[in-house]
């Protein structure tokens, strides 16, 4: 019932905003019978999806020149993947989820889980879980800011990560080898190596198109990878390759 709700009142939020082209917190939070907290949680969800745009006190219409590059942030194709990896997560497990555009579409499937354990390095993913309606206990890796990847990286890190176990790891790519696993165009691969040693589970999130880039620096070796989360443009062939690393591969029906 309280999920459902939910989806009603953003349902009718949205309506507002079309309606008039801006909405007030506390407004919102009369109309609705609910407390501020829970509006600002709504307008930070449907921010997150693009339908509008927060600004103090409330919430505006995106403007048009925005929406027109909406896609280059979190298109449709990743979120597919995103839906398809989010139901590989069970209420109370605990999990790691590491900064990256793709994996960034896992925050807002979080809400239909309970009980769950979120740990990330990245400041965006967690400003996104600590927004969700049912928030789940949010843990951070701290330790030195990386501005090209703009996530926490270094050995305070990975100590923290040390003092966890977790359920499941999931991590984007910039390519992948058939030979030898998930590469990067960034040196720094020492924290996903750690992420991947206290998981059970790693599940590697990334398009199809990124599958066989020739990249320099490796990041996690297959013997690593236990799922591999794509979209479904991906031959047969070079899904039996992969499995043939030991590795299970899930695909996603694409969405251009």
């Known amino acids: ?54 600004r103090y006190g409330g919430a505006v219409l995106v403007p048009q020149e925005m929406t027109q590059h909406s896609s280059d942030n979190l298109n449709s194709n990743k979120l597919a993947i995103a839906n398809s990896a989010a139901e590989l997560i069970r209420d109370h497990n605990r999990i790691i989820i590491d900064s990256g555009s793709t994996t960034s579409g896992l925050i807002q499937l979080l809400n239909n889980k309970r ?11 967690a400003s996104a879980v600590h927004e969700l309606e049912h928030e789940p206990t949010l843990l951070m890796t701290g330790g030195t800011w990386d501005p090209r990847s703009e996530s926490f990286q270094g050995q305070v890190a990975e100590q923290v990560l040390r003092s966890y176990d977790f359920d499941q790891l999931f991590i984007g790519a910039d390519g992948i080898d058939l030979n030898r696993g998930t590469t990067t165009f960034n040196e720094l691969t020492a924290l996903s190596r750690v992420m991947a040693e206290v998981s059970r589970e790693v599940i590697v999130m990334v398009e199809s198109d990124k599958i066989g880039k020739r990249i320099p620096n490796l990041e996690l070796d297959w013997k690593q990878i236990n799922t591999l989360v794509t979209d479904d443009r991906i031959s047969q062939a070079v899904i039996n390759q992969i499995i043939s690393q030991g590795v299970h591969v899930i695909t996603a029906p694409y969405a251009s």
């Open 1 to 54: 019932m309280a999920k459902r709700n939910t989806q009603q009142r953003r349902h009718t939020i949205v309506s507002l905003v079309n309606e008039h082209g801006e909405v007030h917190v506390d407004e919102l939070a009369s109309r609705f019978d609910t407390s501020e907290v829970t509006i600002r949680k709504d307008l930070a969800a449907l921010e997150a999806n693009g339908l509008l745009l927060r």
């Open 115 to 125: 009980g769950l354990v979120v740990m990330t390095n990245s400041l965006q993913l």
